[in-house]
């Protein structure tokens, strides 16, 4: 299957530091890409949705000002969590859809923890 | 908003049981995958869906899109130690659009 890369895979930082998170596909293109928050125990929870060349779409509650998305190429997308706290800890997981066969496919995930 | 109910939200079966899991939707969905994530990982695509009652096979994993188009089962025969983590169903009604996903079934296999 396709390969969708995430990296760093484990951060920590300082409070009021902010955080870069890379999004490629490797084998692939994609115009789009999608960004998810996930807390222990629990499901998956969109945060946005990353449009190559155009703003990312922002799910509600979720602060455009504090998660920061740019997809400047078709293989990249970057999600940068500003002015961190600890309350941002979390898991985060970027997925990007392959075209023509309808199949999302997911990096491995970032684990942040806000000290 | 779209919603998917999954069930049992964890079960504990002994290694060589068969274990069957489900989602349902309030809506229609055209796409329904099925995902396996282990901790720390991202999930991991089991199989995917794109037909009202089409049933897909990958090695001891079965599922079934349903002919409502409002639900999916999985089933895995003869669970393995490996078989241990948390299944997610997943789907959507456009293709690109991102997808709805249910709260998982956390699967633990007794050896």
């Known amino acids: 299957g396709a390969v969708v890369s995430q990296h760093p895979s484990w951060v920590i930082c300082k409070s009021g530091t902010s955080v870069k998170i890379e999004c490629r596909s490797l084998?692939?293109?994609?115009?789009?890409m999608f960004w998810y928050r996930q807390f222990p125990k629990q499901s998956l929870m969109l945060m946005a949705t990353?449009?190559?060349?155009?703003?990312?779409?922002?799910e509600q509650g979720v602060e455009k000002d504090k998660f920061l998305i740019n997809h400047a190429s078709l293989t990249l997308s970057t999600l940068t969590v500003t002015s961190a706290h600890p309350e941002d800890s979390s898991f985060y997981i970027c997925?990007?859809?392959?075209?023509?066969?309808?199949?999302?496919?997911f990096g491995a995930g970032t684990r942040l923890s806000v000290l | 908003g779209q919603q998917l109910n999954q069930s049992p939200q964890s079960m504990f079966i002994q290694e060589g049981e068969d274990v069957s899991m489900n989602c349902t939707s309030s809506?229609?969905?055209?796409?329904w995958l099925w995902y396996k994530q282990d901790p720390g990982e991202g999930p991991v695509l089991l199989i995917a869906?794109?037909?009202?009652?089409e049933l897909t096979s990958n090695g001891r994993l079965t599922a079934q899109f349903g002919i409502t188009r409002k639900d999916s089962f999985l089933n895995i025969s003869a669970s393995i130690p490996s078989d241990v983590g948390i299944y997610f169903c997943?789907?959507?009604?456009?293709?690109?659009?991102?997808?709805?996903f249910g709260k998982g079934t956390r699967l633990s296999v007794i050896a």
């Open positions: 084998d692939f293109q994609a115009t789009t």
């Open positions: 809506s229609i969905f055209n796409t």
């Open positions: 997943a789907g959507r009604t456009l293709w690109n659009t991102p997808l709805v």
């Open positions: 997925s990007a859809p392959l075209a023509g066969v309808d199949i999302q496919y």
């Open positions: 869906l794109y037909k009202a009652g």
């Open positions: 990353s449009n190559e060349g155009s703003k990312a779409t922002y």
